[in-house]
């Protein structure tokens, strides 16, 4: 699937582009924020005010989940604070190709002042708000993009021709979803246990000068090469990572990738929790763990996978990720009694 996502900040014009490209190249627009609308049954307004704004971003999580089920090519506007959770990164580059709507905080201000349906600009001094925000997320915003397409001082003709020509041209950097022999598109869920969020802080020597973001991008990158649908998941808490497990029994997941991190070493719960999903299961650890600590060397959870990876630093995860393919497509061509 290749759909066209646009991202940036508040009043950028996601969505009056998005309207637009619509109508030029036939495809449906899906809005993040009016999908979460339509399924809530209320306004985001009345989402940040009863739920807070940490259930909102775990609600458009959700969303891109979703939308990643679809076979049809769309236009996807997101909100506004979509890019900021981690864990969507890897989601929005499945999903397609990523365009950064690119807006100055002044011209962001002269066109929402008076809005009062935006919750981040209900404060004292929404201007040094937008400065603020617009601060930390520009360059999260810029290193998600396959495109950036600066809108200040353009009419929306001009912003879409530069847009449909930058397609038109291929430089979007992203490539459309390359497709495994037969065709077939396998969903797969990479779990990160406690601290593997901190790869590239936490014991260099050990675990590597990496970070997580250049892991999300390996992952993502296996992805378009495999054709398959991968979600990261990242807890620091056990109880997030058994629910997240228990979901994967509901949502179509076909197999697991699995970091539990320290949880390795004692989480019966978490191995309880493999142990009822029978899709193909690979354990992965960045570092040997057997010429490590004597506690590291005993995995409660492994015997409830179907294979372990270890030492191999994050190329790991990639070997896991195949073995998981192989293994799934090996269980397609034995008969089940």
């Not at 499945?94 to 002042?113: D, F, H, M, P």
């Not at 847009?163 to 969903?187: C, P």
């Not at 490590?292 to 070997?319: H, M, N």
Request: charged share 30%.
């Amino acid at each position: 699937m290749n759909n066209i996502i646009l991202i940036g900040f508040m009043g950028c014009g996601k969505s009056t582009v998005g309207f637009r490209l619509s109508y030029r190249l036939r495809r449906v627009l899906e809005d993040t924020d009016k999908l979460i609308e339509r399924k809530e049954g209320r306004s985001i307004s009345d989402i940040f005010a009863l739920k807070g704004e940490d259930a909102f971003r775990r609600m458009e999580t959700a969303c891109l989940r979703e939308l990643l089920l679809s076979q049809e090519e769309k236009i996807i506007a997101t909100g506004g604070g979509l890019p900021m959770r981690q864990e969507n990164h890897a989601l929005l580059k499945q999903l397609g190709t990523v365009i950064y709507l690119r807006i100055s905080a002044k011209n962001v201000w002269e066109r929402l002042k008076g809005d009062t349906s935006r919750p981040l600009l209900q404060c004292a001094e929404p201007l040094a708000k937008i400065e603020t925000l617009l601060d930390k997320r520009a360059p999260v915003y810029e290193a998600a993009a396959d495109m950036i397409v600066d809108v200040d001082g353009k009419d929306m003709e001009q912003v879409l021709s530069e847009l449909l020509a930058g397609l038109q041209r291929g430089k979007a950097k992203r490539a459309v979803f390359s497709k495994r022999a037969g065709g077939m598109r396998m969903k797969i869920l990479v779990i990160n246990g406690p601290n593997i969020n901190f790869l590239g802080i936490r014991e260099k020597k050990v675990y590597g000068t990496q970070d997580y973001d250049y892991l999300l991008g390996m992952i993502a990158g296996k992805g378009e090469e495999t054709g398959s649908i991968i979600e990261v998941f990242q807890s620091n808490h056990e109880g997030a990572i058994i629910d997240r497990l228990q979901d994967s029994y509901f949502d179509g997941t076909e197999g697991i990738v699995i970091n539990p991190g320290a949880y390795t070493h004692y989480s019966y719960a978490i191995r309880d929790a493999l142990a009822s999903i029978t899709v193909p299961k690979i354990e992965i650890h960045i570092s040997d763990i057997t010429a490590r600590e004597e506690f590291r060397k005993v995995s409660v959870t492994e015997p409830a996978c179907d294979g372990q990876i270890y030492g191999k630093g994050l190329e790991g995860y990639l070997l896991a990720i195949d073995e998981v393919i192989a293994l799934a497509a090996q269980r397609k061509e034995v008969p089940q009694e």
